[in-house]
């Protein structure tokens, strides 16, 4: 099956600091979705995003859909940023079914 | 006027009762979806529908039995509850599935942490 992994599995940041986050994926794929899930569990849409680059005020994403990756860009990190990021993709052979990468754990420090 | 909702929020119940979590979406999507989030933070999609059929299940138990009695509507029924059934459990909807398109963006509900005593 599809393999999703995120890197780093966690990481800690002082407020004001940039970061990449990175996904890797294992075969072609339809769709490609960044979340963030708050510290009270909520799921948000970052983007969608299954090739080329978005920017959304401090966050970007861009998906190299040849190269089998995907990169979340976090500018001037803000304590609210904190949470776990992740990473879902959706193979091209498999319509439907998204499968989660295990999560990137930001913690962003005042 | 939430997108996604789910109820209950929290469910405490003892082994081997039966239970139901409801999940209702107004933004007009044709397809739902059940995932479950355990302890360690992994999601995982359990089922979808696309306009009330089945189109995905993940070798979840058959004690594990989603209803879709519209297109709005996804429910989920629990029977026989194990320890191991303990998570978070996550609605979410898109306009269609398959293929790309915008149209395949997931929202998601705020989830039901479901604990078994």
């Known amino acids: ?110 | 006027d939430t997108a996604v909702s789910q109820t209950p929020k929290y469910l405490v119940t003892q082994m081997g009762n039966d239970k139901s979590i409801k999940c209702e979406q107004n933004l007009g999507h044709d397809t739902m979806y059940w995932y479950k989030q355990d302890s360690k933070k992994f999601l995982k999609i359990m089922f979808s529908y696309n306009n009330k059929e089945l189109i995905i299940n993940e070798t979840v138990p058959n004690r594990f039995s989603p209803k879709s009695p519209d297109k709005a509507h996804l429910n989920l029924h629990i029977n026989s509850l194990e320890l191991g059934d303990s998570a978070v459990y996550f609605c979410a909807s898109s306009q269609d599935y398959g293929g790309i398109s915008a149209y395949n963006e997931q929202f998601f509900g705020p989830g039901t942490r479901l604990t078994v005593l």
């Open chain 1, 1 to 110: 099956g599809i393999q999703v992994e995120q890197s780093p599995p966690d990481l800690i940041l002082q407020e004001g600091a940039n970061s990449t986050l990175r996904c890797n994926f294992s075969d072609s794929v339809n769709n490609l979705q960044w979340f963030h899930q708050n510290p009270w569990g909520q799921l948000i849409n970052l983007f969608y995003i299954p090739s080329g680059t978005k920017q959304n005020g401090r966050l970007s994403a861009t998906t190299v859909a040849t190269e089998r990756y995907s990169l979340l860009y976090i500018s001037s990190s803000q304590t609210t940023d904190s949470g776990v990021y992740f990473c879902a993709v959706e193979l091209n052979t498999n319509a439907g079914k998204s499968t989660f990468g295990d999560g990137t754990t930001l913690t962003v420090k005042p």
